[in-house]
């Protein structure tokens, strides 16, 4: 399927509630293995969003 900008998803609060919905489950039990991944990055900036009061 091809990404147009109405699927990628744009908004830290959208990401993590589709996170949420989801519930994804592990890929590997802690400290077996790692993978990169940008999810802590929109935890904390929807912290930063809240905490500042901009909420885009």
């Keep these: 399927m ?3 900008k109405k699927s990628v998803v744009q ?3 959208t990401y993590l ?3 949420e919905k989801h519930k994804p489950s ?3 039990e802690p400290n ?3 993978e990169y991944s940008n ?3 929109a935890i904390l900036a ?3 969003e809240k905490v500042s ?3 885009n």
Excluded: A, P, T
Aim: hydrophobic share 40%.
């Design 32 to 34: 077996e293995n790692w």
């Design 53 to 55: 009061g901009h909420i």
């Design 11 to 13: 908004h830290v609060l």
């Design 26 to 28: 592990l890929l590997f």
């Design 2 to 4: 091809k990404n147009s």
């Design 39 to 41: 999810s802590g990055y």
């Design 17 to 19: 509630d589709v996170y």
């Design 46 to 48: 929807s912290i930063i």
